[in-house]
Each structure stands twice: as C-alpha cells, then as structure tokens.
C-alpha cells in the first residue's frame, strides 16, 4: 500500500497531464451518446429513446448491472446503428479526439468488423472505414494507435477463421493482435486452431478471461489459446499457484476496474486482487474497456485506483510505463513512449 506524501492523493488534472495508454478499450463500448443519437436520426434507425439523455439511461450499464451477461446486452442498441455506411469511421475517428482530451497517448482499440458489416458493408470494408477514421484523426492529435481484432466465443468457428483472415491480412497496416471476447460459458477450445494460426504468423493473441468465469478460464486462455495479454483475470485471485505461473510467464494483464465492478467481476474495490497482482509482481495495466458503456475515461480509472490504494503519482506513472511495456507496439514506438512517460 502506498503512503500519501505530503502532496495528497495525485489529482484529475496531474493525472490527466500523465501520457497513458490504453490497451483494453472497445471501439463499440466507446461510441459517444450524442454521436449515436445524430447516427440514428441521419440514418433513420429506429432507437428506443426520444432524446439524447433518455439514450444516454440505455446505452450505459447500470449500476444495479450484476452480470457479464447482463453487461453485453447494453451493446444490442449500437450495433444496427454502427452498421450504417461511415459510422465507424465517424465513431473511430472521435475515440482518437476523446483520447487526446483525456492525456492517452496511444490506444489498443478492439471490435469484431463482423458483428457491423451487413448487406450494405463487408467486414473487410468495416475495417478499412475504421483505419480510416484512426488514421486522419490521429494525424492532428498525438495520439497512436492500434487495432485488436475481436473473436467471439459466440460466432461460429467459420466466422472467427474468418476474423483471423482479415488480422492477417491487415498486419502492417494497423492490426497489432487478436483478441477473444464474449461470454466466458461458452469454452474457447473450438478456437485454438484459429488462433494457433494468428501465432504463427506472428500476430499475438490476447484473451478475455477470469472475468465471469475461475481459474479454469485462465488455464485455458494461456494453455489452449497461446494468450500473451489477459483481459481481465479477476479470477486469479482464487488460485495463487497459477497466479504465480501467470507472473513468471511474463503475462500482462488488462484491467478495468469500473468495468469490473459493473460487470459483478468484483463486489466492491476492495476485493479487486488489483493492488495484491501488482504487488506479487504482476505486469498490470489499467484500462477503460468500454468507456461509454461504463462512463469512465482513462483519468477516472487511474483516479480510482489512486484512492482505493493510496497510489502517488509516482506509482500511477509506474503503472503507464507498464503498459508501454505490455502493448503491442513496434520498438520504436515503444521507445519513443517510454521516454514520453519517464519524462512526465
Ligand atoms: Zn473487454
């Protein structure tokens, strides 16, 4: 546990000056209210709310949410809006702006193009809009980025075959890894062989696991599937030998800690294994997963995690150089990152 100095708990404005990065974040979880309603109404999508702020009370997750499941059923409102030609272009080039705003200085951003390509737009084309958006946008801000590409434990084997086709096919040019996400009951061993092919090409796989299901989850996630990066892992709290595994093996792990108190991963901050992880060695990184679905910024999860454990800014910088660590970057943007951070 960190002592507070003399300076105090580390403030929004100190932390939101600190160069972070977020590894952890859903393009689709991360779509401003105001953008979807203007989407909506441009494109004649029938919504479940009359005005902005009655959207805003259905696409956030409540806080009386107590499930994953629950928690995923908030993103059934977006996706026939994202479908509309030029929306995750639109969508994808505001994360950037709202990235610069909050201090993040280079973002991992995952989404499953299938999940909003349609008659009208192929999921290759879903991702070129979203490169596209990314791309301009981070031309006037300082601002890098990356794509995870989404598997779901939901899709078909065909269809995440397909997802890893397309991870491949666009490695250079914007796509960093392969993720595998959705609900953690459906057993992820029908996808290693998709997978194992992401690996052995070169890209790295990271795995949504130990969120809503124990430690078997992990075990498969790191034994099965090959993942370098965890999203999540609350469950590694339930099973030190593996907990120690995980932290020899060098495995990062993605937290997200509203998230996790939203989603019932954790009951309270209190008994989030975050703090314990970090201690016993862990790579731990903090991320916002859905900023919008969880009304979060990158700010108000380092602040969080500042007065929960008493962290100094010294420890929150320690924590973005964590991430520098655990992205999925290019040496030199590796470099040029750890030395933005250390300078802060
Ligand atoms: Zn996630």
Known sequence: ???????????????????????HCHLDGAVRTATLFELALEGEVPLPASSEEELKGLVRAPASCSSLREFLRTFEIFYPILKLPGAMRRVASELIEDAASDGVVHVEVRFCPELQAGPDMSAEEVLEEV?????????LASVSWGIILCCYRTLSPAINERMVDLALAFAGRGVVAVDLAGPEDHAGHELAPALQRARASGLPVTVHAGEAAGPPSILEAIDELGACRLGHAVALREDEELSTRVAAAGIALECCLTSNLLTGAVSGLDSHPFDALRRAGHLVTLNTDDPSVCGTTLTDEYLLAARTWGYEMSELRDLSSAAVEAAFLDDETRARLRSLVRQA
């Open 131 to 139: 490169i596209d958006g990314l791309r301009s946008a981070s031309e």
């Open 1 to 23: 546990m960190g002592h507070f100095s003399s300076e105090g708990v580390p403030s929004t404005r100190d932390i939101r000056a600190l160069p972070k990065l977020d590894l």
